[in-house]
T-cell receptor
Framework: KAGVTQTPRYLIKTRGQQVTLSCSPI?????VSWYQQTPGQGLQFLFE???????NKGNFPGRFSGRQFSNSRSEMNVSTLELGDSALYLC???????????????FGSGTRLTVV | GENVEQHPSTLSVQEGDSAVIKCTYS??????FPWYKQELGKRPQLIID?????GEKKDQRIAVTLNKTAKHFSLHITETQPEDSAVYFC????????????????FGTGTQLKVEL
């Protein structure tokens, strides 16, 4: 089966701009979680979407937002970009986000965002 | 929420030696402990996981042990090879039943493993 697809793979944006990243989960998976990965902070949880609803949210400012469509594809948006937003953004696909047997994360390859 | 600490941050071993990475967690309700391997420029990939109803799990050269009383779990890699060089992350989910349902993984800060020839 197809894996988790994230687009684009690389982005360069200027401070103050906004950006939209996309994640297509594994077919049949309904939960999509987003993480920010930086060398200093590791993997930080942004939010999780399930059945088109944001179910959990991490400690990021309101500039970070997301949504999920009826086909489970998810987008995340970052507005008013700051230099500190430069990171690898990973999405993780799972059946239902419960971590019960058989329901774990499969990560996409990520989007490398550079803010200049 | 859950807090996961991971040590060491870097580990260098000679090919053929064993490597051990340790993690501690804070939430006694955590019941699932995965380990991910991330090679340079690639996605994190699950290599092994353990649930709280067992104390040890093995898969060829890798094993994970869990001590629920002490709230720590460890990754053991035996007979290390150059292709084991990567960053390894541990994780734990904390309490189930978040207000919105579902759960999330909290990750350790990673261990850069280097296997030298």
């Amino acid at each position: 089966k197809a894996g988790v697809t994230q687009t684009p793979r690389y982005l360069i944006k200027t401070r103050g701009q906004q950006v939209t990243l996309s994640c297509s989960p594994i077919s049949g998976h309904r939960s999509v979680s987003w993480y920010q990965q930086t060398p200093g902070q590791g993997l930080q949880f942004l939010f999780e979407y399930f059945s088109e609803t944001q179910r959990n949210k991490g400690n990021f400012p309101g500039r970070f937002s997301g949504r999920q469509f009826s086909n489970s594809r998810s987008e995340m948006n970052v507005s008013t970009l700051e230099l500190g937003d430069s990171a690898l953004y990973l999405c993780a696909s799972s059946l239902a986000g419960t971590f019960r047997l058989g329901d774990g994360y499969t990560f996409g390859s990520g989007t490398r965002l550079t803010v200049v | 929420g859950e807090n996961v600490e991971q040590h060491p941050s870097t580990l260098s071993v000679q090919e053929g030696d064993s490597a051990v990475i340790k993690c501690t967690y804070s939430d006694s309700a955590s019941n699932y402990f995965p380990w991910y391997k991330q090679e340079l420029g690639k996605r994190p990939q699950l290599i092994i996981d353990i649930r709280s109803n067992v104390g040890e799990k093995k898969d060829q050269r890798i094993a994970v042990t869990l001590n629920k009383t002490a709230k720590h779990f460890s990754l053991h890699i035996t007979e290390t090879q150059p292709e084991d060089s990567a960053v390894y992350f541990c994780a734990a989910p904390g309490s189930q039943g978040q207000p919105g349902g579902g759960n999330k993984l909290t990750f350790g800060t990673g261990t850069q493993l280097k296997v030298e020839l």
